[in-house]
T-cell receptor
Framework: SQQGEEDPQALSIQEGENATMNCSYK?????LQWYRQNSGRGLVHLIL?????REKHSGRLRVTLDTSKKSSSLLITASRAADTASYFC????????????FGPGTRLSVLP | EAQVTQNPRYLITVTGKKLTVTCSQN?????MSWYRQDPGLGLRQIYY???????DKGDVPEGYKVSRKEKRNFPLILESPSPNQTSLYFC??????????????FGPGTRLTVT
């Protein structure tokens, strides 16, 4: 079952602008992870946020998690053309299951 | 270099001809997983394995088999491939504990076409 749902499906911005992507999910989670995928390639892990955390930073990335709303957001600041990719959120349930559930992704285009 | 390898990278086959896609990781990870990626559907988990001889179904296991006889290898088997299994397949591994999963490392993908 698809739990993570990213929003928007596609986003186009100019270099230097900030990009915000959202993820909603349905069931309780242990953690939520964001991944990036360059066209047709394997996914690359960006950041993990646990259910007891509200915000995390990594370089130009900022992730927030609101477990009451079952939602997360990924902010990329000062975007670059190299940030053009698809971004996916993945949730891990809190029932000690290990089945990652990915959303359909947000396609980000950063125009030079 | 820490990596997940998959073979083959590209495969065109015919309906009903058994095939195996291999996956190997050199990071001593306990957790391994297979996904398929289809346009508009994101990644869907096929099977995963918590450790040697421990496997479990993901969201879309029908038509697939897996085995985990060694920690480093997790092959995906299609006993009788059908055209609806045409997809991009990814293997991933992770150092995972029962308190929660950690980041996954993905292989480069295998593009499978079944005619």
């Amino acid at each position: 079952s698809q739990q993570g749902e990213e929003d928007p499906q596609a986003l186009s911005i100019q270099e230097g602008e900030n990009a915000t992507m959202n993820c909603s999910y349905k069931t309780s989670i242990n953690n939520l992870q964001w991944y990036r995928q360059n066209s047709g390639r394997g996914l690359v892990h960006l950041i993990l946020i646990r259910s007891n955390e509200r915000e995390k930073h990594s370089g130009r990335l900022r992730v927030t998690l609101d477990t009451s709303k079952k939602s997360s957001s990924l902010l990329i600041t000062a975007s670059r053309a190299a940030d053009t990719a698809s971004y996916f959120c993945a949730t891990v349930p809190d029932n000690y299951g290990q089945n990652f559930v990915f959303g359909p992704g947000t396609r980000l285009s950063v125009l030079p | 270099e820490a990596q997940v390898t998959q073979n083959p990278r590209y495969l065109i086959t015919v309906t009903g001809k058994k095939l195996t896609v291999t996956c190997s990781q050199n990071m001593n990870h306990e957790y391994m997983s297979w996904y398929r990626q289809d346009p508009g559907l994101g990644l869907r988990q096929i099977y995963y394995s918590m450790n040697v001889e421990v496997t479990d179904k993901g969201d879309v296991p029908e038509g697939y088999k897996v085995s985990r006889k060694e920690k480093r290898n997790f092959p995906l088997i299609l006993e009788s491939p059908s055209p609806n299994q045409t997809s991009l397949y990814f293997c991933a591994s992770s150092s995972a504990g029962y308190s929660g999963s950690y980041e996954q490392y993905f292989g480069p993908g295998t593009r499978l076409t079944v005619t």
